[in-house]
């Protein structure tokens, strides 16, 4: 069993729709979270950053964070068809950045 | 500001043969990692350096070696390619070791080997 589960889709939404995706984890001891962005070609990009449990904004971007049911989300609200792309979620015990462990990312594609 | 960059993009090998795997950045960052990417699984890190001469194995570190010599470099080199080895490598670095500092990423080498 993955330390990190994450649906690879692909998902496939209308533009302005909500997007909510997902990982768990098995580890108890992950403390910090992470969403990153992945282009078609290119390196990750670092969306979301979020301590413990709880939910963080940033724009359209909400992370949320269920130690309890070892479970995380990113939701997209208004998507837009450049929100197009790979998300990976990742995580740490200890904050560092030497012992994150990646999801297996889910692609994303909003149709216009 | 170009940040980090890679090369090449694209490379196929032959089995048992040997590259390196060139990584550059312009940030003065003194973090650097690399990592694979294969399809269906999620990045793992290879090997990671915290500065000019310091360097140290990640998850998955067989079949490779890393040198870093100056701040701005970080090759990775690949001695006697496996199938195994056929992968998306990134390389990235960042100006602190936590995680809440971004990351930032190159583009990618895609290598296959054959």
């Known amino acids: 069993q993955k330390e990190v589960e994450q649906d690879p889709g692909p998902l496939s939404v209308p533009e302005g729709a909500i997007v909510s995706l997902n990982c768990t984890y098995s580890?108890?001891?992950?403390?910090?979270f992470m969403w990153y962005r992945q282009y078609s070609r290119k390196g990750p990009e670092l969306l979301m950053y979020?301590?413990?449990?709880g939910n963080k904004e940033d724009g359209r971007f909400t992370a949320q964070v269920d130690k309890s049911s070892k479970y995380i989300s990113l939701f997209i609200r208004d998507s837009q068809p450049s929100d197009s792309a790979t998300y990976l979620c990742?995580?740490?015990?200890?904050?560092?950045?030497?012992?994150?462990?990646f999801g297996s990312g889910t692609q994303l594609t909003v149709l216009p | 500001n170009a940040g980090v960059t890679q090369t090449p993009k694209f490379r196929i090998l032959k089995i048992g043969q040997s590259m390196t795997l060139q990584c550059t950045q312009d940030?003065?960052?003194?973090?650097m990692y690399w990592y694979r990417q294969d399809p269906g699984m999620g990045l793992k890190l290879i090997y990671y350096?915290?500065?000019?001469?310091?360097?140290d194995k990640g998850e998955v570190p067989n079949g490779y070696n890393v040198s870093r010599s100056t701040t701005e470099d970080f090759p990775l080199r690949l001695e006697l390619a496996a199938p195994s080895q056929t992968s998306v490598y990134f390389c990235?670095?960042?100006?602190?070791?936590?995680?809440?500092?971004?990351?930032?990423f190159g583009p990618g080498t895609r290598l296959t080997v054959l």
């Open positions: 990742a995580m740490t015990p200890s904050g560092s950045a030497r012992q994150l462990t």
């Open positions: 940030m003065n960052h003194n973090y």
């Open positions: 979020t301590y413990s449990s």
């Open positions: 580890n108890s001891a992950f403390q910090y």
């Open positions: 350096s915290v500065g000019a001469g310091i360097t």
């Open positions: 990235a670095s960042s100006k602190t070791s936590g995680s809440r500092d971004e990351q930032f």
